[in-house]
T-cell receptor, first 113, second 114 residues
Framework: DVKVTQSSRYLVKRTGEKVFLECVQD?????MFWYRQDPGLGLRLIYF???????EKGDIPEGYSVSREKKERFSLILESASTNQTSMYLC????????????FGPGTRLTVT | AQSVAQPEDQVNVAEGNPLTVKCTYS??????LFWYVQYPNRGLQFLLK??????LVKGSYGFEAEFNKSQTSFHLKKPSALVSDSALYFC????????????FGSGTRLSIRP
């Protein structure tokens, strides 16, 4: 089975802190994604990566950056956390250019106080 | 731009009754449509997809979805609901400009009462 793991299930940070969210997949997938999930808004794409060191902005990249130094790992970075970044963050991966199924991690619930 | 709409925030169904979770889409070109489910405190899981072919698509856990091109709909259905089907359901469509990206709807919370 594909497994996508995220470094933390729950995280509490203070305004202005730098925050790292880590995601690891074990199925050699080319594509990796970071979403945030908010009630009533569904999932919104923050960034995605289709190869090592490659990244593309999603729909809401402001305030975030990403890093993909190895194929299996995709990190989301909040340079200076703000309260409006309190959310559930979901990582996903998929295979190849025409992959239709994304595999999700369990999510990290981040609270910024 | 591609988009999906889930008109119902919540759907309540009695156990054993049929259920329908609605989804409409807007795409340019051929639609590639998906349903995902999120059980409490868990990540999203893939349920089923429509790429081409038969308009009735079967997926996991006894779910199926009916693709209707004229009504631009892709409703999720199950003939007999279980309490364990209670979850958050997301409809999604593939982004035409990037084959790897998909766009999710706002989600519908399905509640099955015993």
């Amino acid at each position: 089975d594909v497994k996508v793991t995220q470094s933390s299930r729950y995280l509490v940070k203070r305004t202005g802190e730098k925050v790292f969210l880590e995601c690891v997949q074990d199925m050699d997938h080319e594509n990796m994604f970071w979403y945030r999930q908010d009630p009533g808004l569904g999932l919104r794409l923050i960034y995605f990566s289709y190869d090592v060191k490659m990244k593309e902005k999603g729909d809401i990249p402001e305030g975030y950056s990403v890093s993909r130094e190895k194929k299996e790992r995709f990190s989301l970075i909040l340079e200076s956390a703000s309260t409006n970044q309190t959310s559930m963050y979901l990582c996903a991966s998929s295979r190849g250019q025409l992959s239709y199924e994304q595999y999700f991690g369990p999510g990290t619930r981040l609270t910024v106080t | 731009a591609q988009s999906v709409a889930q008109p119902e925030d919540q759907v309540n169904v009695a156990e054993g009754n049929p259920l329908t979770v609605k989804c409409t889409y807007s795409v340019s070109g051929n639609p590639y449509l998906f349903w995902y489910v999120q059980y409490p405190n868990r990540g999203l899981q893939f349920l089923l997809k429509y790429i081409t072919g038969d308009n009735l698509v079967k997926g996991s856990y006894g779910f199926e979805a009916e693709f209707n091109k004229s009504q631009t709909s892709f409703h999720l259905k199950k003939p007999s609901a279980l309490v364990s089907d209670s979850a958050l359901y997301f409809c999604a469509v593939r982004e035409s400009s990037s084959a790897s990206k998909i766009i999710f709807g706002s989600g519908t919370r399905l509640s099955i009462r015993p």
